[in-house]
C-alpha cells in the first residue's frame, strides 16, 4: 500500500516529467579523474569540479590516509561543543594566509555556509542586492535571513548602482552577493567595480567563489585576485571540494567577523565538523596548488583551446572567459540527446536545465580540467561540432 509520501512523491515526479526535467543519478566508477567508469564504458570526463586534477594526487591521498590513521575518520561533533581539531585551526590559519585576510573559517559544504552566513550578517530590516544568477545557496541564504532582496540584472552595474542609489537609505544594513565565477556561465563578475559600488554605498560585500579556488588569479586565489581586488571584499567564500579535491567550504573575512560566525552562523553552530581527512587533503591540495602553477595555467589554456575550436565551428560560448564552458541549446529534449549522444562517443558533459538555469537557456555544461591533453579538447569539441551540426 501506498504511504501519503508516496502519493506525494507520483504527482509531485509526474509534473516534473512532464515538464521535461525528470532526473536521475549515474553511477561512476573507479578513481576520480580525468578518465572515468560508467558500467563497462570508458568516458572522458568534462564535467567534473576536479578542474586541478587534485582528487586523485598522491600526495593529497596520502595526507588523507595519513590523517586517517592518525587523528580518526570523524571530527564526531560540533566545533563548539567537541570537534574543533588542531587541523581545523591549522588549516583556516593557512587559508588566511594564502589570501592574505585575518581570518578563516570552514564550513561543511558551500550551500551551508550561504545559508549560514547571510543571515548572520544581515535580517529584517536590511536590504539584499543579489546578481539575477545568483548561485541556489545564495538566494536560499537570502531567503533565510527574512533581509528584503532587490536583485539586479546579471552582472550590471548600471542597474547595482541604480538599484543602490535607489533602495539602500531605506534600509539598515546592506548586503551585495555575487558569484564570482558564474557556475552555469563560465563568466567572471566584474568585482572591482562592484567592489567600488559596495564601498560607496555603504554595503556589506560577499563574493561566493568556489569555481575560483585555485583556478583563477596569479597565485590562484580566485576572481577577485584576477579582477584585482581582493582586498576589497568583506567576504569571499571558497571551496574545499573542487579544484582543491576534498570536501567542504571556507570564506575569509575579518577576525571579528569569523567570531560573529563562530557564534551565530547556525550552519556552524548546529552542524557537524569537517572530518580530520577531509582537512589534511584540502591542506595537502593548497600547498600543490602554491607549488605547480602550471596546473591553472594549463586549465585556462585548455577553455581557451576547446572555446576557439567551437566558435571557428560557429558554435557559440559566450559568455565564458573560464574553465566553465556552456554551448546553449535553448530545449529540453535536445539539450538531454545531445548529452546522451557525447556519452556514447565517450565524453560526459553534462546537459542543464530549469531549475539549473533559467527556461530556454537550456545547454551542455563543459567543465576543462588541467590534465586534458590538446588530443582529448579536440576530440571532444569534433565530437559536439558533428552532434550540433
Ligand atoms: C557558485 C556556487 N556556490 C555554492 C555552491 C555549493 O557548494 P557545495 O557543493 O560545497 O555545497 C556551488 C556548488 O557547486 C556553486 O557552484
Same mark, same amino acid.
Given at each position: !500500500?501506498?504511504?501519503? =509520501? ?21 553511477? #561512476? ?6 578518465? @572515468?567508469?560508467?558500467? *563497462?564504458?570508458?568516458?572522458? @570526463?568534462?564535467? +567534473? ?17 595519513? /590523517? ?9 561533533? =560540533? ?10 585551526? &591549522? ?11 585575518? &581570518? ?7 550551500? @551551508? ?16 542586492? +543579489?546578481?539575477?544568477?545568483?548561485? $541556489? =545557496? ?8 527574512? $533581509? ?12 547595482? =548602482? ?11 544594513? /546592506? ?7 558564474? *557556475? !552555469? ?16 554605498h555603504d554595503a556589506m560585500l560577499l563574493v561566493d567563489d568556489p569555481h575560483g579556488t585555485g583556478t583563477l588569479g596569479v597565485q590562484g586565489r580566485g576572481s577577485a585576485e584576477l579582477r584585482g581586488c581582493l582586498g576589497e571584499i568583506d567576504l569571499l567564500a571558497g571551496t574545499l571540494g573542487k579544484a582543491l579535491g576534498s570536501f567542504g567550504?571556507?570564506?575569509?573575512? +575579518? ?31 593548497? %600547498?600543490?596548488?602554491? %607549488?605547480?602553477? #602550471? ?11 576547446? %572555446? ?27 539539450? @538531454? ?10 565524453f560526459h558533459a553534462q546537459g542543464i536545465r530549469y531549475p539549473s538555469v533559467p527556461r530556454g537557456t537550456e545547454r551542455l555544461r563543459i567543465t576543462l580540467m588541467a590534465t586534458h591533453t590538446h588530443d582529448e579538447i579536440d576530440a571532444l569539441a569534433s565530437a559536439v561540432i558533428s552532434i550540433l551540426s
Amino acid at each position: !500500500m501506498d504511504r501519503i =509520501s508516496d502519493n506525494i512523491a507520483r504527482e509531485a515526479l509526474a509534473s516534473i516529467e512532464a515538464a521535461g526535467t525528470r532526473r536521475a543519478l549515474h553511477t #561512476w566508477n573507479g578513481a576520480v579523474g580525468r578518465r @572515468m567508469r560508467l558500467g *563497462s564504458r570508458d568516458v572522458l @570526463m568534462f564535467s +567534473s569540479g576536479n578542474y586541478l586534477d587534485l582528487a586523485h594526487h598522491p600526495e593529497v591521498v596520502e595526507a588523507t590516509a595519513r /590523517a586517517a590513521r592518525d587523528l580518526g575518520c570523524a571530527a564526531a561533533g =560540533s566545533r563548539l561543543i567537541n570537534g574543533n581539531l588542531g587541523c581545523h585551526e &591549522a588549516l583556516e590559519n593557512e587559508l588566511a594566509a594564502f589570501y592574505g585576510t585575518e &581570518a578563516a573559517l570552514v564550513f561543511g559544504t558551500g550551500y @551551508m555556509l550561504n545559508l549560514g552566513v547571510i543571515p548572520a550578517l544581515v535580517g529584517e530590516g536590511d536590504v539584499i542586492f +543579489s546578481d539575477s544568477l545568483a548561485h $541556489a =545557496s545564495l538566494i536560499d541564504g537570502a531567503r533565510l535571513s527574512r $533581509a528584503t532582496v532587490e536583485v539586479f540584472a546579471h552582472s550590471s552595474t548600471t542597474a547595482l =548602482s541604480t538599484a543602490l542609489s535607489r533602495v539602500r537609505p531605506r534600509f539598515r544594513r /546592506a548586503l551585495i552577493v555575487v558569484d564570482g565565477v558564474y *557556475s !552555469m556561465d563560465g563568466d567572471v563578475a566584474p568585482l572591482d567595480e562592484i567592489a567600488a559600488d559596495a564601498r560607496q554605498h555603504d554595503a556589506m560585500l560577499l563574493v561566493d567563489d568556489p569555481h575560483g579556488t585555485g583556478t583563477l588569479g596569479v597565485q590562484g586565489r580566485g576572481s577577485a585576485e584576477l579582477r584585482g581586488c581582493l582586498g576589497e571584499i568583506d567576504l569571499l567564500a571558497g571551496t574545499l571540494g573542487k579544484a582543491l579535491g576534498s570536501f567542504g567550504a571556507f570564506v575569509v573575512c +575579518s577576525a571579528k567577523v569569523r567570531d560573529l560566525l563562530v557564534n551565530t552562523a547556525r550552519s556552524f553552530v548546529f552542524s557537524c565538523a569537517l572530518a580530520p581527512p577531509q582537512v589534511e587533503a584540502a591542506r595537502a591540495a593548497l %600547498r600543490v596548488v602554491a %607549488r605547480e602553477p #602550471w596546473r591553472r595555467t594549463a586549465l585556462q589554456s585548455n577553455a581557451t583551446r576547446l %572555446r576557439d575550436r567551437l566558435q571557428v565551428a560557429g558554435i557559440s560560448t559566450s559568455p565564458s572567459t573560464t574553465h566553465i564552458v556552456p554551448v546553449q541549446i535553448g530545449d529540453n529534449v535536445q539539450t @538531454m540527446s545531445a548529452c546522451a549522444s557525447l556519452l556514447a562517443a565517450g565524453f560526459h558533459a553534462q546537459g542543464i536545465r530549469y531549475p539549473s538555469v533559467p527556461r530556454g537557456t537550456e545547454r551542455l555544461r563543459i567543465t576543462l580540467m588541467a590534465t586534458h591533453t590538446h588530443d582529448e579538447i579536440d576530440a571532444l569539441a569534433s565530437a559536439v561540432i558533428s552532434i550540433l551540426s
